[in-house]
């Protein structure tokens, strides 16, 4: 069964939608009712530093608390929506820090992290003050997608900035009612 996990990834204070979210719901309102949705806000959860320890003990148990939880919606999840406003033209960190534990991952024995991630498909929704400071984070997303083997199935970009911001973005607008539109 279909089961659509978004990650948060803004570090807007809890209660405020920001603007990368709201063009995310919107983009999620046009996936059939009857299809899973998931939804983490990543930096609302007690979230370990990774530690590499890939050259020392060379494997990692599996996690435990909020990052289990992540772990099991990833592994769940048929399409992974990566929901995340450009902070430094990269990842805000919530989210960088669950990219790291994929490396963990990777390692936790008879997990099968990697095979498992390459029947998923991945998305990219993100805003930034303008189009082309995002560049490098949508290059970022392809290039775990393809090492993981998993298809980048769309990238969506708003112009956000303050709250409710990315609203006046009528092309991410119509561009968000479109994203999920080919994945039923
Ligand atoms: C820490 C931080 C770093 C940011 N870095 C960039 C940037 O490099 N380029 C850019 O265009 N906007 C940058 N922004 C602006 C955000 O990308 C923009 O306001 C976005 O819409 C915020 O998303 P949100 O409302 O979903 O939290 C930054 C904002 C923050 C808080």
């Known amino acids: 069964m279909s089961h659509t996990v978004f990650l948060l990834a803004s570090t807007r204070e809890s209660g405020q939608v920001g603007n990368t979210e709201w063009l995310a719901r ?3 309102a046009q996936l059939p009712p009857d299809k899973r ?11 370990p530093a990774f530690v590499d320890q890939r050259h020392t003990v060379g494997s990692y148990p599996p996690p435990e608390g909020d990052l289990r939880a992540v772990l099991d919606a990833t592994l769940d999840a ?4 990566l929901v995340a406003p450009v ?6 960190s919530p989210l960088k820090t669950v990219l790291d534990h994929w490396s963990a991952w990777l390692r936790v024995p008879d997990l099968d992290f990697k095979a498992r991630m390459a029947s998923k498909r991945l998305w990219l929704i993100t805003t930034s003050g303008d189009r082309a400071k995002a560049q490098p984070m949508i290059d970022s997303t392809a290039l775990c997608a393809a090492f993981l083997g998993m298809p980048l199935a769309g990238v969506l970009w708003g112009k956000g900035g303050p709250p409710d911001a990315v609203q006046a973005d009528a092309e991410a607008l119509a561009a968000a009612d479109r994203l999920f539109g080919c994945s039923a």
């Open 87 to 92: 902070y430094w033209f990269s990842f805000p």
């Open 78 to 81: 048929t399409d992974l929506v």
């Open 37 to 47: 949705q998931t939804w983490l806000s990543l930096a609302h959860l007690q979230l």
């Open 26 to 28: 919107r983009a999620a």
